[in-house]
């Protein structure tokens, strides 16, 4: 439970660059599965250099909640993903917080997006702010309940509790509350990171947009922030998905050997992830925003069951 | 010595009495009585909280038992009924009470200096002072109430002040109306209260607090169970829970913005008060459909509430809503640790109690703040209705500050107090489900979820409340001509902003004041074992703990804060910054009435909940040859609040409907009524042969 600054700074360096590079890779996976050649895997990182670069235009109406929400939206998410295992199973500042304090945090930024999307007084960004938090609202209690049956299961809502008891004896996915809360929480992911069918991330149509339609009034390095700390979300995300669910290779002990293999093995299940996240938005169309709320509660249901069996099939 | 406990309180109370009776003395010198009354009250509030903050750092109360107050007040009397005394006691359950009360009497006097300014010339304020003083003593006396008596007379006390004050503004309709329900719903629950008592005190036939300790161990489980109920109800009204509610979204909004915040952070909590004295300290060891009633009701009450809450755009009814939810979540921690007391797992229901306690006055705080923050907002633009308000964030910067405070806090969002205490309620929630083979432990994770769910409306409940108030352009003439909060209201918000921040950072020294309420209780004390790390982290208390750490949780972002801006120093230092219009596809100018409105961001959920709100919707147009180029729109949106008008309404036709009938018994003649004097004498007559 102690805190040692290389894994920390590690840790910050690992999310800072390989957020962007996994936004990148799915970008790239899913214009090759629509035949087309698509942006390389790099683009993300040239976006944030020219966004840093640009000159900003701010709304007239804007107050100071416009410009802090940047800061806020960028500091939270990468806080959260300080709490959460990457290569290891422990995580770097596991003692400051668990996966309440990750869900806690990642609600933060979510709030002061929503206020910076109301702020320009555009009535695009009131109606990606209202939109985001419904659907967040309807993902919450799916992901709780999901959080709870694994919290349940390990006696803790420390995540690295969680991952050492999933690790457990034996292989744990097949154990059916691990499945059905694997896909309720899978759910929760493509809601929470803005992804087809709940939201289109490369969508032009303001009417359409969700997350988008939040960002319409920010330009240059206010975006690259917001952008980056998206793409950090959307990573600390899959990552918990990954190690959670699949707690293989997660670095034993502190040899730079080890850590090249827990590397190695984060990235193997963060690859096999983002594939099916392509596949899923290749595969679907956007739903209608009235029908978000089914697919959530498709989760909701899933989650507990997976609850349900966790003492069904003891 | 005087910085102990008890002269603190007698300090306190008769600095109340004082206050109260200062506003009547300078009823013609408005300016004076104003300064008086409030001052007095901040220096007695002051005073209250040193009583309670001392006893419960450990400073033993003197003297150690009851004491009688009527000897010292009224020289040489002798009450008629012996058992007839006006006898206190400074508690750990009671002195955490008045912790909450004096906390919020600091801050909301403060604020009254200010605020009640705006009543000068117009109002009577030195009955607003006296009234005023004289709730803060009620509800100071109940809290430390050691008899049957006072605690009765003190909670009639509170609900008549309490009536003077909602009503103060008696010339609307709305308030009158509001007022009158709740006189009679305070009436129902003072109703209730006392029968739950009679109960009590049949089978232990002392007034005393003292005799009644644990007296539920000598009742029939029947007269347990109906004392039980009628507690229930009866506190459960006071507390507004889901569905004894209805007087409080009406009452609320309309009294005075610092009697609201008053109400809310304290009237409300009496409730919370006595079913904690009465479940855990009079009715004795709890059977366990007790917890499970409660803690379902406070979910119910936490998911309605703040379901209900999103439909608003009357921003003191949004907030009043708000504490129905609020009220909810204490619920479920004050419901858990029954269970736990009943399961047999002292720890785990101290755990829980401290969740539910800590976040009553982690409530207090931040809606005391919300409310003095929308009544500063309500005083510079001259309405509740959210949709002419707006841009206030420019205009008020600091209200707008510490509003946002107190939006983060109620949100349950890190760093703050509510998140603190919501993660302690999930915490108890968690250790639930293993504490009962029986089916029943399913009820814990679903709270959870439905708290969860709970917490994601509120934070978009105040995206709402804060960014449709404070953001965007002003969308009425008042709003952008509106001007910051005096400097005395500022201060008010001030003190409460610093309790939610200090409640949210350090919450393991905080909890340390809670031991000696829960050895009372429950005879636990476990602030060292949430404790982790010296002090820096709060566990939970499971073997491998999960673990949250509000000041490390700063601490990190702080350490982050410097990658965006060493970025900025390489990358953007030549870049510009340019003010500009927002998007509007184009066409020239964007005029405030296309902006999001409240009505249209909370339209998702109502549609969404749809089965449970039944809105309905009336539009009408007016338009010269095409209905698609209108030349004059209408649109009512309403919705149908299903416990008024399910069973409120029926039943108030129903009592019309008999009052009607029994009015024949009241013709007006004398000979009638003598006809009824005789036959009832001669009943009674005929019972007592």
């Known amino acids: 439970m102690n805190l040692s600054l290389p894994a920390i700074l590690a840790q910050t360096a690992l999310l800072l660059l390989l957020a962007p590079l996994l936004s990148g890779l799915i970008r790239n996976w899913k214009a090759k599965l629509q035949n087309r050649r698509g942006p390389r895997v790099w683009q993300p990182f040239f976006d944030l250099m020219k966004f840093w670069r640009k000159d900003m235009v701010i709304s007239e109406h804007a107050s100071w909640i416009f410009a802090a929400t940047p800061y806020v939206m960028f500091v939270t998410a990468l806080s959260a993903g300080l709490l959460a295992p990457m290569v290891t199973g422990q995580a770097p500042l596991g003692l400051f917080g668990g996966a309440l304090a990750l869900v806690g945090l990642l609600a933060l930024g979510r709030f002061f997006l929503a206020l910076g999307g109301l702020d320009p007084a555009s009535p695009f960004g009131g109606m990606g702010s209202s939109r985001e938090m419904t659907i967040a609202a309807m993902a919450e209690p799916a992901m709780m309940l999901a959080i709870f049956t694994l919290a349940i299961a390990a006696g803790s809502t420390s995540l690295s509790q969680i991952v050492l008891a999933s690790q457990g004896p034996g292989w744990k996915f097949l154990d059916p509350s691990h499945a059905l809360a694997f896909t309720a929480m899978f759910l929760v992911l493509l809601a929470e990171t803005g992804r087809i069918p709940v939201d289109n991330p490369a969508t032009h149509l303001e009417l359409t947009m969700i997350h988008e339609a939040m960002l319409l009034e920010y330009s240059g390095r206010y975006l690259a922030l917001i952008e980056w700390g998206a793409s950090i979300k959307q990573l600390v995300l899959m990552t918990l998905l990954a190690n959670v669910f699949f707690p293989i290779g997660l670095a034993p002990e502190t040899t730079p050997a080890a850590f090249a293999l827990g590397a190695l093995y984060l990235a193997a299940k963060l690859l096999a992830l983002a594939g099916a996240v392509v596949l899923v938005e290749t595969c679907n169309a956007k739903l209608r925003l009235f029908r978000v709320p089914d697919l959530l509660s498709a989760a909701f249901v899933l989650a507990m069951l997976a609850l349900v069996s966790t003492f069904l099939f003891k | ?689």
């Open chain 2, 1 to 689: 010595m005087i910085l102990s406990p008890t002269p603190l309180l007698i300090v306190s109370l008769c600095g109340y009495a004082l206050g109260a009776l200062g506003g009547l003395l300078f009823l013609r010198r408005e300016k004076l009585a104003a300064a008086f009354s409030f001052g007095v009250a901040a220096l007695s509030a002051l005073s209250g909280l040193l009583a309670g903050l001392l006893l419960l750092a450990g400073a033993p109360a003197n003297p150690d038992g009851p004491l009688d107050l009527l000897p010292p007040l009224i020289p040489g009397i002798t009450p008629l009924i012996p058992s007839l005394k006006l006898t206190v006691r400074l508690d750990a359950l009671g002195a955490f009470f008045l912790v909450i009360v004096s906390l919020l009497g600091v801050a909301v006097s403060i604020y009254s200096l200010g605020y009640a300014r705006g009543f000068f010339g117009r109002k009577n304020v030195g009955a607003l002072g006296a009234f005023y003083n004289a709730m803060l003593l009620a509800t100071a006396l109940l809290f430390v109430a050691d008899n049957l008596w006072v605690f009765l007379l003190a909670w009639e006390l509170m609900a008549l002040t309490a009536f003077c004050l909602v009503s103060f503004e008696h010339e609307k309709p709305e308030t009158r109306r509001a007022g009158v329900l709740f006189f009679i719903m305070s009436h129902i629950d003072a109703g209730c209260v006392l029968l739950g008592f009679l109960l009590l005190f049949q089978a232990s036939g002392d007034y005393s607090f003292g005799s009644l300790h644990n007296i539920g161990a000598a009742m029939s489980p029947g007269h347990r169970n109906a004392a039980f109920i009628l507690f229930l109800l009866g506190f459960g009204i006071k507390a507004g829970v889901i569905p004894l509610h209805v007087w409080l979204p009406a009452a609320h909004p309309v009294a005075p913005s610092n009697v609201s915040a008053l109400m809310s952070g304290v009237l409300i909590k009496a409730g919370i008060y006595g079913l904690t004295r009465v479940c855990f300290v009079f009715l004795g060891p709890p059977p366990l459909w007790w917890g499970v009633t409660i803690l379902a009701a406070g979910t119910i009450s936490a998911v309605l509430g703040v379901l209900y809450a999103l439909m608003e755009h009357d921003l003191k009814r949004l907030l009043a809503y708000h504490s129905i939810e609020n009220i909810g979540i204490i619920l479920m921690g004050l419901g858990a640790s029954l269970i736990f007391l009943c399961t047999g797992h002292p720890l785990l229901a101290a755990l829980s109690l401290i969740a539910g306690m800590y976040h009553t006055i982690n409530h207090a705080s931040f809606k005391g703040l919300l409310f003095l923050g929308a009544g500063a907002v309500v005083h510079a633009t001259r309405t509740r209705n959210m949709e002419e308000m707006g841009g206030l964030a420019k205009r008020m910067p600091e209200t707008a500050f510490y509003f946002l405070i107190g939006a983060i806090a109620i949100s349950a969002l890190p760093p703050l107090n509510g998140f603190v205490s919501e993660w302690l309620t999930y915490q108890s929630l968690l250790q639930g489900f293993g504490v009962t083979e029986s089916m029943w432990r399913l009820v814990f994770p679903l709270s959870g979820a439905m708290l969860a769910l709970t917490g994601a409306l509120a934070a978009a409940c105040f995206v709402k409340a804060f960014g449709i108030t404070f953001l965007a352009q002003p969308r009425s003439e008042h709003a952008a001509g509106a001007v910051e909060a005096a400097p005395a209201m500022r201060l008010g918000m001030a003190v409460l902003t610093a309790a939610c921040v200090l409640l949210g950072l350090f919450p393991t020294a905080f909890v340390r004041l809670l031991d000696p309420l829960t050895q009372q209780l429950l005879g636990e004390q476990i602030s060292r074992q949430l404790s982790l790390a010296n002090g820096l982290a709060l566990a939970s208390l499971s073997a491998h703990p999960g673990t949250i750490s509000t000041p490390g949780l700063v601490l990190t972002a702080v350490c982050l804060l410097p990658i965006p801006l060493v970025l900025w120093l390489m990358f953007a230092r030549k870049a510009r910054t340019r003010r500009g219009p927002a998007w509007a596809c184009g066409q020239p100018g964007l005029t405030p009435q296309m902006e999001y409105t409240a009505t249209g961001f909370s339209k998702p959920v109502r549609m969404i909940f749809k089965a449970l709100f039944r809105p309905r919707r009336d539009v009408q147009r007016e338009y010269d040859f095409s209905p698609y180029f209108a030349t004059n729109i209408r649109f009512e949106s309403h919705i149908e609040e299903v416990f008024v008008e399910q069973f409120y309404r029926p039943l108030r036709i129903l009592i019309l409907r008999v009052s009607r009938r029994v009015r024949a018994l009241q013709a007006g003649s004398i000979h009638a009524y003598l006809l009824y004097i005789f036959v009832t004498l001669l009943l009674l007559l005929l019972f007592a042969l």
